[in-house]
């Protein structure tokens, strides 16, 4: 059974930092490509980040870019989020997700899902 477990999430001030993990059980990470998603009830669920397998330059959202840094750690079969510089538009619940293949482009989907963070930013 595959299941991924986001942490981290919580309250925040403006300007504030959190980093988010996802963990993992029967499945490695580093072998498929892994994004970061987030959703506001009532609007449409935004891709944050991807990260490709082989490593290479993530994929980030426009709304994200230069605050926000996706990385892996392979030993600790985890992902993290690193977001910096927090508004309140960060406001979400955060998921992450896997594809069922190596590279964040191309032919693929989201294969498995974990059950999310919740992000506040508030001051």
């Known amino acids: 059974q595959v299941l991924l477990e986001e942490s981290g999430g919580g309250p925040v001030q403006p300007g504030g930092s959190l980093r988010l993990s996802c963990s993992s059980s029967?499945?490695?990470?580093?072998?498929?490509?892994i994004g970061w998603f987030r959703q506001v009830p009532g609007k449409e669920r935004e891709e944050v980040s991807c990260?490709?397998?082989?490593?290479?330059?993530?994929r980030y959202a426009d709304s994200v870019k230069g605050r926000f840094t996706i990385s892996r750690d392979a030993a600790k079969n985890t992902v993290y989020l690193q977001m910096n510089s927090l508004t309140p538009e960060d406001t979400a619940i955060y998921s992450c997700?896997?594809?069922?293949?190596?590279?964040?482009?191309?032919?693929?989907?989201?294969?498995?899902w974990g059950q999310g963070t919740q992000v506040v930013v508030s001051s």
């Open positions: 997700a896997t594809r069922d293949v190596r590279s964040c482009t191309g032919y693929g989907y989201w294969l498995y």
């Open positions: 990260l490709s397998a082989s490593g290479g330059s993530p």
């Open positions: 029967g499945i490695t990470l580093d072998n498929y490509a």
